[in-house]
């Protein structure tokens, strides 16, 4: 089919398991465009009108709403990252108006919305992962460029762990 993509679907059990599969596939060359991965329940539903019992129900309907594939690192940048960088800026903007006593305040408060900001993200993360694994797995999909791409996709995700492993082609 010319306005289509041919990709790899694979479920994991363990997102410690899909982590690693997407840091083999990267070593071996795969961009890290070519993974995406479930958007949460909610999403899903939303686009799809009803709620899905099992992943295996929307692994391969291309309406299912996707998102980016974040590494285990990226979240815990993302997690981590808001609590000082909001410190500094608090600290920055009153350091040299207010003096040092609003200074702090204005760092404590930055730090204390930062840590808001990166327990939400890995809330988010936990509470998806954890609709997903209820429902047979993390998805994963894989873009796919020619059969030697595929064969060696095939070949990683099986050496990973992956299950309900196969390939599909969806129209665009």
Do not use: C
């Amino acid at each position: 089919m010319p306005n289509s993509i041919r990709e790899i679907v694979a479920a994991f059990d363990d997102p410690g398991a899909l982590d690693n599969a997407v840091f083999a596939l990267e070593t071996e060359g795969f961009d890290r465009a070519a993974f995406s991965v479930l958007a949460t329940e909610e999403t899903v539903a939303s686009a799809l009108g009803h709620r899905y019992q099992q992943v295996r129900e929307v692994e391969d309907d291309p309406r299912v709403p996707r998102e980016a594939f974040f590494s285990r690192m990226s979240r815990l940048e993302a997690e981590a990252f808001p609590a000082p960088a909001l410190a500094s800026l608090g600290w920055l903007a009153l350091a040299g108006v207010g003096g040092p006593i609003p200074a702090v305040v204005a760092a404590g408060a930055g730090g204390l919305i930062g840590a808001v900001l990166g327990g939400f993200i890995h809330h988010h993360h936990v509470a998806r992962v954890q609709e997903q694994l209820a429902r047979g797995g993390l998805v994963l999909w894989v873009s796919l460029r020619g059969a030697a791409a595929e064969e060696k996709a095939m070949r990683v995700l099986r050496e990973q762990g992956a299950h309900d492993l196969h390939v599909h082609t969806i129209a665009l």
